[in-house]
């Protein structure tokens, strides 16, 4: 087994000369360099080796409360006790201060170490976010100081049995009692909606204060105790037996008249939980790039390392030596570090504030490529490795399992797609993508010709749906010729110049093909 190795090198290497970092104002490269060192070794020493227990025993409901894994609430202590909760907190709060390029580097590191633990610790910087943005100033008082300090994790109550994506059709009720409000329904799919590890649970829950659709909608922060210290109405009816993610309890929640306090505007839920939601989706983004990393540093070490056959002068050959398992492995880089340059490229545009339209336009991108990179990584990775792949062992059947997931939640990538071709494409947000990609010096590549192609081409349909998914391939693979370019250049930068040279060459010389692919299926209207 080869135990997990966080990927500092490349992930400083994008942020700094990728993603551009250093236009974001209080930038310090050396200080975030030393952090994540730190998390590094927190990850590796700490968290990575109870993935594969946890994984194993997973997590189990007794007396109406979730039991997480073995070692699992020493380990959070740990966590908690180093300060990392409060990462990017207010400082005013009790928090560190760091902005969101910080927590990138330490999310994919937590990922890529225990995918389970991270989404169930993860959703904190988002609750926090949502409080500063759209919290009174006594909520943020209560609320924000013990989600900086871990003495409280949060969930995000929106699915519902019948619903899906479609919020709609969210019927959880909150009722108004006085000053205070109750509710009452029921939520599914909630990631860490119970555990051990923590004191408190803040579950931020969308519930229909009328029935006028989603203008009906709220947010609410409803606490897992009462303010007198008694357990609130919230129940864990269940605890869903997954494909992966096996410490990690997705639960279904019941609340019957659960005291809660309405976060921002009446009906205006959805704009408050979006702001949750964003962030979620590009945490996503990183543990899908977490496992493309993993993925490979797994199969690149076994195929340096396994003799298979000879050479053509008879020496004896590892299998990176032949043809097949060399285009496998760099294809799962290729898919690592392109996943992680639209990941970072998102958090830094976010971070500089000067172009909200291009982080609208640049998010399901990277929720989407970003994911299923993951997926398509650990699948190579377990055809490198051949019958060891298949093999627990060697731990990349747990990859594959863990990863397939971040392709449905937070909204599935056919959603992201449709999005991306409809309300983004004929506004601002495909414009701001358009000069990006123009101020690149790809005016006049081919495939950002066919891109503008099929924009236009997109536009004039009475229905572009049907045509959103290779529009998506499209938008993803002239993103890619722009970071990828910046990956060249910057090569000599980064420790092994001569594997980013070798990766980039290949993308290079396929990209152009795939792209010209998908502009054909979208122009012919196929």
């Known amino acids: 087994m080869k135990e997990f190795s966080a990927p500092l090198g490349d992930i400083l290497f994008c942020l700094n000369y990728v993603a551009g970092a250093d236009t974001v104002p209080d930038w310090d490269g050396d200080l975030a360099a ?74 994919e590191i937590f990922s890529g170490a225990n995918h389970s633990l991270q989404m169930v610790t993860g959703l904190v910087p988002g609750a926090i976010r949502t409080l500063m943005n759209f919290g009174t100033d006594a909520q943020k008082a209560r609320f924000v100081p013990p989600l900086a300090s871990g003495q409280t994790l949060a969930t995000m109550c929106l699915t519902e049995p019948g ?15 006085g000053d205070a409000w109750t509710i009452t329904g029921e939520k599914i799919f909630i ?37 007198d210290g008694t357990r609130n109405a919230v129940t864990v009816t269940r605890i869903e037996e997954k494909m992966g993610l096996h410490a990690s309890p997705t639960c279904q929640l019941a609340f019957d008249g659960a005291e809660a306090e309405l976060i921002g505007a009446e009906g205006q839920g959805l704009r408050a939980m979006f702001t949750m939601m964003n962030h979620a989706r590009a945490d996503v983004a990183l543990q899908g790039v977490a496992h493309a990393a993993r993925a490979y540093d797994v199969a690149s070490t076994y195929a340096a390392e396994r003799t298979q056959g000879r050479k053509a002068d008879g020496s004896p050959a590892v299998l990176a030596d032949h043809a097949d398992v060399r285009r496998m492995v760099d294809e799962i880089d290729a898919l690592a570090l392109g996943g992680r340059a639209i990941a970072h490229l998102s958090f830094v545009t976010m971070e500089r504030g000067d172009n909200p ?73 495909a414009d701001a993508f358009a000069a990006f990609v123009a101020a690149e010096g790809l005016e006049n590549d081919r495939s950002f010709e066919l891109w503008r192609a099929a924009r236009m081409h997109l536009l004039a349909q009475e229905d572009p749906t049907p045509l959103a998914h290779d529009f998506m391939q499209l938008t993803t693979a002239v993103l890619l010729r722009c970071l990828w370019a910046r990956i060249s250049a910057a090569a000599d930068n980064h420790p092994d110049a001569g594997r980013l040279r070798r990766v980039a060459a290949q993308v290079s010389r396929r990209a152009p093909a795939f792209a010209a692919a998908h502009a054909a299926c979208i122009l012919a209207q196929i």
């Open 163 to 177: 619903a899906g994506s479609d919020l709609a059709r969210v019927r959880c009720k909150a009722q108004a009692e």
């Open 357 to 429: 339209a291009l982080v609208e336009f640049l998010t399901p991108v990277a929720k989407s490529f970003c994911t299923e990179a993951g997926m398509r990584a650990a699948e190579l990775g377990v055809q490198v490795l051949g019958g060891y792949g298949y093999l627990q062992e060697y731990r990349l059947e747990q990859t594959y399992r863990d990863a397939r997931i971040t392709a449905i939640y937070e909204g599935a990538n056919g959603i992201h797609a449709r999005m991306l071709a409809t309300r983004l494409l004929g506004g601002a947000e």
């Open 34 to 107: 030393e952090i994540a060192g730190h998390f590094a070794a927190f990850a590796e020493g700490e968290i990575a080796p109870l993935d594969e227990p946890g994984d194993q025993q997973g997590c189990r409901l007794q007396d109406g409360r979730v039991q997480m894994p073995d070692g699992y609430a020493k380990l959070y202590a740990d966590y908690v006790e180093q300060g990392w909760p409060g990462l990017t907190a207010p400082e005013e709060f009790g928090g560190q201060g760091m902005g969101a390029m910080m927590l990138a580097i330490t999310s």
């Open 191 to 227: 990631s860490g909606g119970d555990q051990d590890m923590s004191d408190d649970i803040l579950h931020l829950v969308l519930a229909r204060t009328s029935d006028d659709g989603i203008r009906g909608l709220s947010l609410f922060l409803c606490p897992c105790t009462r303010a």
